[in-house]
């Protein structure tokens, strides 16, 4: 069995081993895949695995031996699915691996823009505190986030983790999805319409997959109806939000922070407004990251191989079974 990794970097970029992937079959793993090599280097292979190289129609039809591909994240959306099911190509995913993870970078970066921690660990070191005539200075302004609303869009397995961590710092969470859970209202949850969630949140988090209805969710129209100074905070995709809408909302003060680890275009392009905007806090993509998350991550891709391989393929996001 022939198997190729397109993108294997991200996942192991040093730090961790294919050997049990390497048990299942002949491997090749590229750190990265230029588009114009991606049809010689899968070849004559069985099973793809890819990050975030795309794997098209004309993809598939230039490489016929191709049986199985798996995605090394949960989005799949880099893959062609029809196309893949009228080839009775099975794609997997990986799910939930990093919901702990992205959660405590989403909350880390909220931290941030209510205490300050990096500028004040940078004024101490430059002498601040040292010069200062009494036991404490105050560099930044500081926020307590208790008794505020976080607006949550979308409660997947990272939506209801998220409201949880707010409850831990007594925020009341609002939630908006298009599938309403009741049995997980309660105290600390409250199901709400998108438009009470923009008029009501100060903090919105942003928890959905990217589709064509949420492409630019976030912009001019909705930013418009949310309260002055609303935090806003992104680790689900970089287009959900219209990064020329946040930008000018940033300028004139209508949103107090953006806070996001993903861009519409990643790595960003120099000309990316946010990268110029005030009271930005920008992340290169790594709320999924830690070495514990890809570990689980590996691992659950790999076993997601070896069940294909042995007739019982599991975590199938398309048509095709077996």
Same mark, same amino acid.
């Given at each position: 069995?022939?198997?190729?990794?397109?993108?294997?970097?991200?996942?192991?970029?040093?730090?961790?081993?294919?050997?049990?992937?390497?048990?299942?079959?002949?491997?090749?793993?590229?750190?990265?895949?230029?588009?114009?090599?991606?049809?010689?280097?899968?070849?004559?292979?069985?099973?793809?695995?890819?990050?975030?190289?795309?794997?098209?129609?004309?993809?598939?039809?230039?490489?016929?031996?191709?049986?199985?591909?798996?995605?090394?994240?949960? #989005?799949?959306?880099?893959?062609?699915?029809? *196309? =893949?099911?009228?080839? !009775? $190509?099975? @794609?997997? &995913?990986?799910?939930?691996?990093?919901?702990?993870?992205?959660?405590?970078?989403?909350?880390?970066?909220?931290?941030?823009?209510?205490?300050?921690?990096?500028?004040?660990?940078?004024?101490?070191?430059?002498?601040?505190?040292?010069?200062?005539?009494?036991?404490?200075?105050?560099?930044?302004?500081?926020?307590?986030?208790?008794?505020?609303?976080?607006?949550?869009?979308?409660?997947?397995?990272?939506?209801?983790?998220?409201?949880?961590?707010?409850?831990?710092?007594?925020?009341?969470?609002?939630?908006?999805?298009?599938?309403?859970?009741?049995?997980?209202?309660?105290?600390?949850?409250?199901?709400?319409?998108?438009?009470?969630?923009?008029?009501?949140?100060?903090?919105?988090?942003?928890?959905?997959?990217?589709?064509?209805?949420?492409? #630019?969710?976030?912009?001019?129209?909705?930013? *418009? =109806?949310?309260?002055? !100074? $609303?935090? @806003?905070? &992104?680790?689900?995709?970089?287009?959900?939000?219209?990064?020329?809408?946040?930008?000018?909302?940033?300028?004139?003060?209508?949103?107090?922070?953006?806070?996001?680890?993903?861009?519409?275009?990643?790595?960003?392009?120099?000309?990316?407004?946010?990268?110029?905007?005030?009271?930005?806090?920008?992340?290169?993509?790594?709320?999924?990251?830690?070495?514990?998350?890809?570990?689980?991550?590996?691992?659950?891709?790999?076993?997601?191989?070896?069940?294909?391989?042995?007739?019982?393929?599991?975590?199938?996001?398309?048509?095709?079974?077996?």
């Amino acid at each position: 069995m022939k198997i190729v990794v397109l993108d294997g970097y991200t996942v192991c970029p040093g730090d961790l081993t294919w050997d049990s992937l390497r048990a299942l079959g002949e491997v090749t793993v590229y750190e990265r895949t230029p588009r114009e090599e991606v049809v010689p280097r899968i070849g004559d292979a069985q099973v793809v695995l890819t990050n975030k190289v795309v794997i098209s129609r004309e993809v598939l039809a230039a490489c016929p031996n191709v049986r199985y591909i798996g995605v090394l994240a949960t #989005g799949y959306n880099v893959i062609d699915l029809a *196309a =893949a099911d009228e080839r !009775g $190509v099975v @794609v997997t &995913n990986v799910p939930a691996y990093s919901t702990h993870a992205v959660v405590q970078h989403a909350m880390a970066l909220l931290l941030q823009s209510a205490s300050h921690v990096a500028q004040y660990d940078a004024q101490v070191k430059a002498g601040r505190w040292g010069s200062s005539p009494d036991f404490c200075f105050f560099g930044e302004p500081m926020e307590e986030l208790a008794g505020r609303t976080m607006g949550i869009v979308g409660f997947g397995h990272i939506g209801q983790a998220m409201a949880r961590a707010a409850a831990g710092l007594g925020m009341q969470a609002i939630v908006s999805t298009p599938h309403p859970k009741p049995e997980l209202a309660g105290e600390d949850v409250r199901f709400v319409a998108m438009d009470e969630l923009l008029a009501g949140s100060d903090v919105i988090s942003l928890h959905c997959p990217l589709t064509e209805k949420t492409r #630019g969710l976030i912009g001019a129209q909705t930013i *418009a =109806a949310m309260r002055e !100074g $609303v935090r @806003v905070i &992104n680790t689900a995709r970089g287009p959900l939000v219209d990064g020329r809408a946040m930008a000018d909302a940033l300028a004139c003060g209508k949103v107090a922070c953006y806070m996001a680890d993903v861009m519409e275009n990643e790595p960003p392009r120099a000309d990316d407004p946010l990268l110029s905007a005030p009271n930005t806090i920008l992340t290169p993509h790594v709320a999924w990251a830690p070495r514990q998350t890809r570990e689980r991550l590996l691992s659950v891709a790999v076993g997601n191989v070896a069940a294909f391989l042995s007739g019982t393929p599991r975590n199938v996001v398309n048509g095709v079974r077996a």
